[in-house]
């Protein structure tokens, strides 16, 4: 089974610009998690989306947004992008919700903003 | 119940040796741990997890120890080896909400051969 599959995986972006990542989960993986990853800061959890319904919210600014499709495939995008906004974002899925199931993460975006 | 400290920020140790990582947790409700390693460049991987209905759990050289009066939890790798060496991240899972993980921000692991 293939795992679970970020694009791109690199981007770099100026500030004021917009980005939307992409995460494809484990196939049949219905809920997809994301997290940005900054040195010291460890994974900070930004949204879960389950059935195409944000069911979670991290506390990010509303900049940061995200949908997820009908076949779980889910997306990410940042409006205004600040220089604080470079990090290494990490989607995660697993199996379903609601019980204490392992996530999979896929390998990152790695965003720069310049 | 967001806070998740962890201790150290980084370990060195010779190889052979055991290594402690602990973590400490705010919300009394929390009931799922999980403990990720993330090699250089690649993305966290789960290395063993533990409910709150157990205070201890073993895989091979791996154990997690879960106090929950105190609350905290740690991870103990011993005979460590070379390959152990990466940053591991202990997490809670939020017992309000689905799905909803708050990590510790990582221990880099050396291991010295």
């Known amino acids: 089974k293939a795992g679970v599959t970020q694009t791109p995986r690199y981007l770099i972006k100026t500030r004021g610009q917009q980005v939307t990542l992409s995460c494809s989960p484990i196939s049949g993986h219905r809920s997809v998690s994301w997290y940005q990853q900054t040195p010291g800061q460890g994974l900070q959890f930004l949204f879960e989306y389950f059935s195409e319904t944000q069911r979670n919210k991290g506390n990010f600014p509303g900049r940061f947004s995200g949908r997820q499709f009908s076949n779980s495939r889910s997306e990410m995008n940042v409006s205004t992008l600040e220089l604080g906004d470079s990090a290494l974002y990490l989607c995660?899925?697993?199996?379903?919700?609601?019980?204490?199931?392992?996530?999979?993460f896929g390998p990152g975006t790695r965003l720069t903003v310049l | 119940g967001e806070n998740v400290e962890q201790h150290p920020s980084t370990l060195s140790v010779q190889e052979g040796d055991s290594a402690v990582i602990k973590c400490t947790y705010s919300d009394s409700a929390s009931n799922y741990f999980p403990w990720y390693k993330q090699e250089l460049g690649k993305r966290p991987q789960l290395i063993i997890d533990i409910r709150s209905n157990v205070g201890e759990k073993k895989d091979q050289r791996i154990a997690v120890t879960l106090n929950k009066t105190a609350k905290h939890f740690s991870l103990h790798i011993t005979e460590t080896q070379p390959e152990d060496s990466a940053v591991y991240f202990c997490?809670?899972?939020?017992?309000?909400?689905?799905?909803?993980?708050?990590f510790g921000s990582g221990t880099k692991l050396n291991v010295k051969p």
């Open positions: 997490a809670h899972k939020d017992p309000y909400n689905f799905n909803k993980f708050y």
């Open positions: 995660a899925s697993s199996w379903t919700s609601g019980s204490n199931n392992e996530q999979f």
